[in-house]
């Protein structure tokens, strides 16, 4: 099973509307980190947030925000009035710091923002 | 001033051959990893390293192997390429214990194996 879910393979939506990228994650550790990269069309990964397992406090950074659920194990990421810019691959990623320590990308939904 | 710095941006090689792809960080990281992606975009940790211990994805072929000279540096060596190596390979490093902190990459390094 998938450690890292991201149901939407593809999305695309209309610059200014609101959109929200989902992601579930599968773990046993009580201590783990969760992460959203970007990846525009030319090619680099960018971050953009990081979360612990202890921190459930969700999170605005301009346009973005994060709501972070671990009853639900969910930590999704939503735009607000989406610009062109923000057309990429979003990646949700897992870090596991049990025994065996294991880092995992989610298989990323691709964004499309028309103008 | 280039963060995580990889060469070369692209490879062109054919079959059986043996390869290396050198990465460099100057933000003065504690781990550095490095990951293949596919032509579907997924991303999948090969390594990480630090000056106390290298991780690896068990399913890693051993004709992979990271050659870490010193703590800026992970070199990935690939022997024998194969058709299914071509990929785009990100380095990347973070402060800390492996996966504990953000990771910043590379700009990648595009291998075709012909």
């Known amino acids: 099973a998938q450690k890292v879910t991201q149901a939407q393979t593809e999305i695309s939506v209309v610059e200014k509307e609101d959109v929200t990228l989902d992601c579930v994650y599968e773990t046993r550790d009580t201590t783990y980190y969760l992460f959203w990269y970007k990846q525009p069309p030319s090619g680099e990964l960018v971050f953009l947030i990081r979360?612990?397992?202890?921190?459930?406090q969700n999170e605005i950074s301009g346009r973005y925000s994060w709501n972070f659920q671990k009853s639900t194990s969910s930590f999704n990421f939503t735009i607000t009035a989406s610009q062109v810019v923000d057309s990429a691959v979003y990646f949700c990623?897992?870090?596991?710091?049990?025994?065996?320590?294991?880092?995992?990308f989610g298989p990323g939904t691709r964004l499309s923002v028309l103008p | 001033d280039t963060a995580v710095s990889q060469t070369p941006k692209y490879l062109v090689t054919q079959m059986g051959n043996d390869k290396s792809i050198k990465c460099e960080q100057n933000l003065g990281h504690d781990t550095m990893y490095w990951y293949k992606q596919d032509s579907k975009k997924f991303l999948k940790i090969m390594f990480s390293y630090n000056n106390k211990e290298l991780i690896i994805n068990e399913t890693v072929p051993n004709r992979f192997s990271p050659k870490s000279p010193d703590k800026a540096h992970l070199n990935l060596h690939i022997n024998s390429l194969e058709l299914g190596d071509s990929a785009v390979y990100f380095c990347a490093s973070s402060r800390g214990l492996a996966g504990v902190n953000e990771q910043f990459f590379g700009p990648g390094t595009r291998l075709t194996v012909l």
């Open positions: 979360r612990n397992s202890f921190d459930e």
């Open positions: 990623a897992l870090s596991e710091m049990g025994y065996g320590q294991n880092f995992v």
